[in-house]
């Protein structure tokens, strides 16, 4: 099931990003942590939005996404967060959660979708993963995070 995050699940959420190992310690708080908080606090615009996806099983959230329209350009949105829990990864739950994303911007006239990611060796698997669901790699700035860590832009048009 996919569905709106619960504010008492904050704890939870960032500890799926934590055991992703690709955020430097205390990153996951300041970045994501305050994004939570801005998101249940009334901070972040309507638009913004952050879903969760269940395990079928247990109920639990196993991966959540946060994603908003783009400050820049008339119908394209950002999918800034998509995390799923390492235990359950290559189960399809971050097919559902992204797929489930796509059919929601659609039927709101969204015409593009941004997805930005690392050149970091922890994320590999993401950069694989996005061009399996019809993303197409459209840029790379050398250095951007850091010396030797490029942004990774993905875009599909919907």
Same mark, same amino acid.
């Given at each position: 099931?996919?569905? #709106?995050?619960?504010? $008492?699940? %904050?704890?939870?959420?960032?500890?799926?990003?934590?055991?992703?190992?690709?955020?430097?310690?205390? $990153?996951?708080?300041?970045?994501?942590?305050?994004?939570?908080?801005?998101?249940?606090?009334?901070?972040?615009? $309507?638009?913004?939005?952050?879903?969760?996806?269940? *395990?079928?099983? =247990?109920?639990?959230?196993?991966?959540?996404?946060?994603?908003?329209?783009?400050?820049? /350009?008339?119908?394209?949105?950002?999918?800034?967060?998509?995390?799923? *829990?390492?235990?359950? %990864?290559? #189960?399809?739950?971050? =097919?559902?959660?992204?797929?489930?994303?796509?059919?929601?911007?659609?039927? %709101?006239?969204?015409?593009?979708?941004?997805?930005?990611?690392?050149?970091?060796?922890?994320? /590999?698997?993401?950069?694989?993963?996005?061009?399996?669901?019809?993303?197409?790699?459209?840029?790379?700035?050398?250095?951007?995070?850091?010396?030797? *860590? *490029?942004?990774?832009?993905? /875009?599909?048009?919907?």
């Amino acid at each position: 099931m996919i569905r #709106k995050i619960k504010e $008492e699940e %904050q704890k939870d959420l960032l500890a799926i990003a934590h055991k992703t190992g690709i955020f430097p310690e205390g $990153e996951v708080e300041e970045l994501l942590g305050s994004t939570l908080s801005g998101y249940f606090s009334g901070e972040l615009e $309507e638009r913004h939005h952050i879903l969760a996806i269940e *395990d079928e099983v =247990s109920r639990k959230a196993v991966g959540w996404s946060y994603f908003a329209p783009s400050f820049h /350009a008339e119908g394209v949105w950002d999918i800034w967060w998509i995390g799923i *829990d390492s235990s359950v %990864q290559q #189960k399809g739950y971050g =097919s559902k959660l992204l797929l489930h994303i796509e059919k929601m911007l659609k039927e %709101q006239a969204v015409r593009l979708i941004i997805i930005e990611t690392s050149s970091m060796e922890t994320l /590999a698997k993401a950069r694989k993963f996005y061009p399996k669901l019809g993303y197409q790699q459209c840029g790379i700035i050398p250095n951007f995070y850091a010396v030797g *860590d *490029d942004k990774v832009i993905f /875009a599909k048009n919907i």
